[in-house]
């Protein structure tokens, strides 16, 4: 072999790395494409349902606040707590329930799973904050809120010697483990 011929061959050899370089860079490029536009798709998605879901406890909390909120009297009980205009809210098989009649209808809890637990002060008898959780298929959505009831007092089992002076409960009749006794929140409107 001449020299002519190593330097066409050290060429040739050059070119087909160059040419093997530039496919490994189109092939990353287009990974990187593919990757960024399924993450484009799917955070609008995503998005979207989290605001969706976000509006869905707004509803939700908005409903148990428009029911508390003008109370002259609320009562964590197992039963009606005497006579009078007494109403109850609580959550059975993943819905929100107020007197034996499901919240927003059955269609809108479909594929939803719901718990609403909330925190009732015995110092601030006034004062019961509220968080509700609620699934949608594979995401999930939580919310805090505070109920400042204009007329009432909290009443119920709370030991007033709590040291917090706060006991966090569930809505859900349906859970043996955190509500045993199948509470439930009732109150009685003006």
């Known amino acids: 072999m001449n020299s002519e011929d190593l330097y066409e061959e050290f060429v040739r050899k050059r070119q087909q790395e160059r040419y093997m370089t530039f496919l490994v860079v189109i092939i990353m490029i287009s990974s990187l494409m593919i ?8 955070v609008p998605k995503k998005t979207f349902s989290n605001r969706s ?9 908005n409903v ?9 009297d609320v009562v964590l009980s197992t039963k ?3 006579k009078g205009d007494w109403h109850c809210l609580y959550v059975k098989g993943n819905k929100l329930y107020k007197d034996r009649k499901i919240v927003k209808g059955k269609d809108w809890y479909k594929h939803r799973s719901l718990t609403i637990t909330y925190v009732a002060y015995i110092r601030n008898q006034s004062r019961i904050d509220f968080k509700i959780n609620l699934t949608k298929y594979h995401l999930s959505y939580s919310q805090r809120n505070t109920v400042e009831l ?5 009443k119920n089992h709370i030991k007033k010697s709590d040291a917090t002076g706060e006991e966090s409960y569930t809505l859900a009749i349906d859970d043996p483990k955190h509500n045993p006794k199948k ?7 003006i």
């Open 150 to 154: 204009l007329k009432m007092n909290l």
């Open 80 to 82: 009606k707590p005497g």
């Open 183 to 189: 509470y439930k929140l009732y109150y009685m409107g």
């Open 64 to 72: 148990i606040r428009g029911e508390l909120v003008t109370s002259t």
């Open 53 to 61: 879901m976000m509006n869905d406890c707004d509803e939700l909390y």
């Open 35 to 42: 990757a960024g536009y399924r993450i484009y798709k799917m």
